[in-house]
């Protein structure tokens, strides 16, 4: 089975409704974890930026924000072709700078931080064949419950969460294979579709990501690309009479490249950085995360 | 390799702080005259005021002289109560003394049969400073009674994408601090109005758009006469 570290991605969750939303994927993979395994990591996921991609697909400055995600992901197999996922961002920071006049040197807006539990995914993936098939497919359902708090600070731009349910359904495919003896790869790809609550359109999202083993298959890298379009039928500023945040609409088409590597056992640590290529009402900046993970299966 | 962790972890937390962005906000210092005419009736009086706004467009008090080119046409004493006295045109110049120095602005003023006042509204154009859609025609009017009215033509647009799109007056287009804030957008395309309390047709430069959440400047007009 390729490693299940792969589906450890952070998940953006509660980000999506941030205007400078920071892409990275979360890429289920089609293989489940055998019934009583399972695999877990504590990340730290990060974007700071100061740029964002406007609604023209250009960037624009903007104050300098930060999130910060402190994050457990966990998958368990519950019976063999079912597997629990959690994702869960149990430490959310989020903060702005403050704004400082060059002529005076007076903090003309000062700046503000939140911190708090970030929005939760639960999901179940079902492995559509048996285990050990050479091109598993699964099903994935992930729920996300919006217990961060979506709207804090004085201009309400403080969130660690966007107030809406997720309900994602998703289709992953995947192929394994050896390089040599001592080297092993795989390639996957995914679409799913996201329908959410509370005025925030649905998304499709597509996928593609591979990754190859060395050193005894101990050190994998991993190169993801994704792609969310938003169906915009959602509200907008022109429908809604809340002056609470609220971006819609994110798009956008990303990278991500991650080392990871086994230390002893199943014990290993990761690092990811992450960015897109193109993208609409998201951050203009690159992501990182770093975790500690541990695979039952290694 | 515990010592790589804990430097992540340290440099993770340092980047989580609250640091400062720096934004440039300086304009150009400005005398404005608050109450200009555009002549003076024969015989007449009409008390001037100027008012003196800063590097950063916020008003400042200022000790203010007036005086005038021909005094015998039109007299005016220091404080700015000027008075027609013969036909013709002058040129009245306001110096005020400032922390900075002195600065100066001048108003032509013909002398006729009657007081005329400029026109009751003012013009401009609002355009994008970002790459969200804005763009439109707009008149700022004095209705009477302290009030405004900034109406907004029917070539205007803005984009839906920004949450919290506000409106403001302001005399520094850079920063929505110190603006008056007439309210937050709610039309997005087509004609419409905002009625605005408590100021004057020559209090503001500039109409500016400026999303609050995200402290992002969106737009703005010069207010022309």
Known sequence: MVKSWIDAQPKAGWLLVCLFWAPALFAGGPWTQPKGKGYFKLSEYWIVYDEHFTDAGLTDPNVTTGIFNTTLYAEYGIVDRWTATLNFPFLSRNYVNNVVSASTGEVLIPGEALNSIGDTDLGIKYGLNKPG????????LVLGLPIG????????????????????LQ??????????????????????????????????????????????????????????????????????TSTSIFANNQEFTSFTVEAAYYIKGGFGVSAAVGGALRAEIVAAAPSFNVGVF???NH | MKYLLFLSLTAVLAAGCIGDDVIQDAVDPELRITNPLDSLGLGSSHQFDAQYFNGVGQ?????????????????????????ALQEGGVTLTAVAVTPEGSINTALALGVGTTTVAPTSFRTGVIRTTSSY?????FELHD????NLELRIADDYAASTSLPGLYVYLTNNPGISVGALEIGRVTDFSGAHTYTIAGAGLQDYAFVLYYCKPFNVKVGDGEIMD
């Open chain 1, 133 to 140: 098939s050479r091109t598993p497919m699964a099903l994935s």
């Open chain 1, 149 to 168: 708090n979506p709207s804090a600070g004085t201009q309400g731009n403080l969130q660690t969460g966007d107030g809406e349910f997720n309900q994602l």
């Open chain 1, 171 to 240: 289709f992953d495919i995947g192929r394994s294979f050896n390089v040599g003896k001592k080297s092993s790869g795989y390639a996957a790809a995914f679409a799913g579709f996201n329908h959410r609550t509370n005025g925030f359109s649905e998304e499709i999202r597509v996928g593609v990501e591979s990754g190859v083993a060395v050193l005894d298959r101990d050190l994998w890298f991993i190169l993801r690309l994704a792609n969310w379009e938003s169906l915009k039928n959602g509200q907008t500023a022109e429908t809604i």
């Open chain 1, 294 to 296: 541990y695979d039952m």
């Open chain 2, 59 to 83: 008003p400042e008090p200022a000790v203010t002289t007036w005086s005038s080119s021909d005094p015998a046409v039109v007299s005016i004493t220091e404080e700015g109560l000027a008075t």
């Open chain 2, 133 to 137: 859609l804005l763009e439109g025609d």
């Open chain 2, 143 to 146: 209705i009477g009674g302290g």
